[in-house]
């Protein structure tokens, strides 16, 4: 019978067996530029372009907040659940560069949100539908590849990476909801405006 401890310690054990030279050099690096850091560039980023479009004000008001409110829950979990990193395969990066518990993973955690709120902005544009999903496509890739980076990396269990993944989907859907809530009045100010 399958549980949640087999399974991340197959998960685990198994990438431990295929690690390659080349990449782990590679994973390095992608869990460098998935960090904290990147994600507040990118997010002031988004929130300058949001800025620039009219109709996504509230958007380049919000996001910040929502990554912002995602950090404030994700220490939250972990504080209440103090699950330790693990401890079972040598970790490819030095463990002086890895701190704090393992529940959710702050770097699936964020890139998830960080990416359902990209979404929010790419399918308000009047782009072609096939351009919207290629570009979605890049953005679910590169989520995936961060969560897959935690676990080749050895500094989380897989089901850290499952719940971070969750969490932040959860936290950028709700802040997705929030904000077409609050959009709502001015657009159907804007369509009153134009019957009158």
Known sequence: MFSLEGIDHGLLYGLNQGRQAWLSTTMVLLGQFSGNTSIAFLTC??????????????????????????????????????????NIVPWVVPEQSVHGFSFPSGHATNNALLGILVMGVLFQMKWRLGVKLALAFLILAWVLAVGFNRIYLGVHWPTDVLGGWCLGGLIGS????????????????????LLA
């Open 45 to 86: 980023g988004l929130a300058i372009a949001c800025f620039l479009q009219r109709h996504l004000l509230v958007r380049a008001i919000l996001y910040p907040l929502a990554i912002l409110s995602g950090a404030l829950v994700i220490e939250v979990i972990k504080r209440l659940v103090e699950r330790e990193r693990p």
């Open 174 to 193: 709700a802040w997705l909801k929030l904000i077409s809530l609050l959009e709502q009045p001015k657009a159907a100010a804007t369509h009153s405006d």
